[in-house]
């Protein structure tokens, strides 16, 4: 059985020991050059769903916001860049280019392509966030089409890099039963793993145990790393993880979670065979739903 992770399974040779100015001069000539659009994290797609690509010289006269030209990387040896724009009034979009959320069109859109604009989106919006030097607080710049910033001040230089935050997400099981929780603003019905950030100091183990006894006041152990997914919302590395609860008495942390079950196997695989509205599953290109489906197959 296949596990379709989406963000993932991007096509691009980064192309990490070429991005002098001089090649990344070239990679904006060649003639086979795209470019995909995004503004405000959101991606340009057509009316059939798939990513708009122009080529990067069609965006001169537009207005362009940080960190300007960034190349995402060689798909199939045709450089692949992106755009930030700014579309309002004074700057509408063009003809036929739709703006979507992508948390709205993830469940629909091709995997290349979300894996395209997951990792375009978090690059972006980490530049965005960025301008200043973390550790002087002068200006800092774009450099190697975007794949760090370097401090503007001379004495200072410092190199800053694209941020990607751990966290772990799991299912914590007992017997034949599994353990979810859901948020305050959530759907109504709506269950999902457990997930937190992994704080400095902790390994995934030890932070799945920190995060569910938090949470629910249950001990677990015994810990195993299943798969891991990009989540550009709005840079996270969720890892996924399996462990075992000593016991089912929950003490639930309302400032944490608004609610956490125990759902038995039999409730699962209803839920999932759209049998069942015991709870509202996550969407298909979580990897809390893979993680389900997984779970359901062992
Ligand atoms: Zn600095």
Redesign the pocket.
Known sequence: MTFQIAFAGGPFDHAETKRDTESLQKYVEDKDAMAILISDGSPALLPDGTLKRVHPKEMIGRDIYAPGPLFLGLDDGKPLFAFNLKVDADSPASEGEQFENMRNVAGRMDPRDLAIAGRAKSLIGWHVEHPF?A??G?QSVSMEGGLKRV?S?TA?A?EHFPRVNPVVIMLVVHDDSVLLGRGATWPEGAYSALAGFISPGETMEEAVRREVWEETGVNVENSKYIMSQPWPFPSQLMMGMICEAKGRELTINTKEIENAQWFDRATVEAVFAKDSEAFLRPPRFTIAHQLLRWWLTT
């Open positions: 030097c550790r002087c002068n401090c001040n200072c410092r």
